[in-house]
């Protein structure tokens, strides 16, 4: 409960994942390759090339950049 009596359920508390740029949009000029981003646990698509998992994400769903 916050301080104004709102209800918020844990399950509703996201915790942010983090993850490395490996490559990027040339419209994107706030973020850079090898950038560490922080996003939601739900954003993006997830794809896979060699094995390897990638996850394409939209600049407006990131929280923050840890440089």
Do not use: C, H, M, R
């Not at 509703?12 to 993850?19: F, L, M, R």
């Not at 850079?32 to 990638?54: P, Q």
């Amino acid at each position: 409960t916050t301080a104004s009596g709102i209800i918020i359920p844990d399950n509703a508390k996201e915790k942010p994942s983090q993850g490395k740029v490996v490559a990027i949009s040339s419209e994107v000029d706030n973020v850079t390759v090898n950038d560490i981003v922080v996003f939601g646990k739900y954003a993006g698509n997830e794809f896979e090339v060699d094995g390897e998992k990638y996850l394409i994400i939209d600049v407006d769903d990131l929280f923050g950049i840890i440089k």
